[in-house]
């Protein structure tokens, strides 16, 4: 395992519940048992705060860290943009990140394909509240 992720995962400043939350997710992966669940304050289409809460491995925290530090005050339909490029990224294994989501090139690379599902996760629950 690459350093980065399990520090990138131990930044865990935003595993936290969100009790005044406005949009709420929550997933388990099948293959592994990974559950994740994403409480969100939204306001105006644009994301004020981000709580993430799970048993999960430290791929999925990784994600679910990342995706908590750089999404706050994104627009709805950006978030929507992201969780379509991510799972594109890992269906098409393109080799190629968009300059806008860089901090995910950590995550994003062929060292990590086997965990795909598991990076996955987060993408999966955001999209469950940004697409609706």
Not at 11 to 26: C, G, L, P, Q, R
Not at 87 to 98: L, Q, R
Request: aromatic share 10%; net charge positive.
């Amino acid at each position: 395992m690459d350093l980065r992720i399990l520090e990138i995962a131990s930044d865990s400043k935003n595993n936290k519940n969100i009790k005044n939350y406005t949009h709420f997710a929550k997933s388990k992966n099948p293959l592994c048992g990974d559950e994740i669940q994403i409480k969100l304050v939204i306001k105006d289409e644009k994301l004020i705060d981000f709580g993430y809460q799970g048993k999960s491995c430290i791929y999925c925290q990784a994600t679910a860290s990342l995706l908590s530090k750089n999404l706050i005050n994104s627009k709805k339909n950006n978030i929507n943009e992201l969780c379509d490029f991510a799972k594109s990224y890992f269906n098409k294994k393109n080799e190629n990140i968009d300059k806008k989501w860089s901090f995910l090139s950590k995550l994003f690379n062929h060292n990590n394909l086997s965990r795909k599902e598991c990076i996955l996760l987060p993408f999966k629950t955001l999209k469950k509240i940004v697409s609706n």
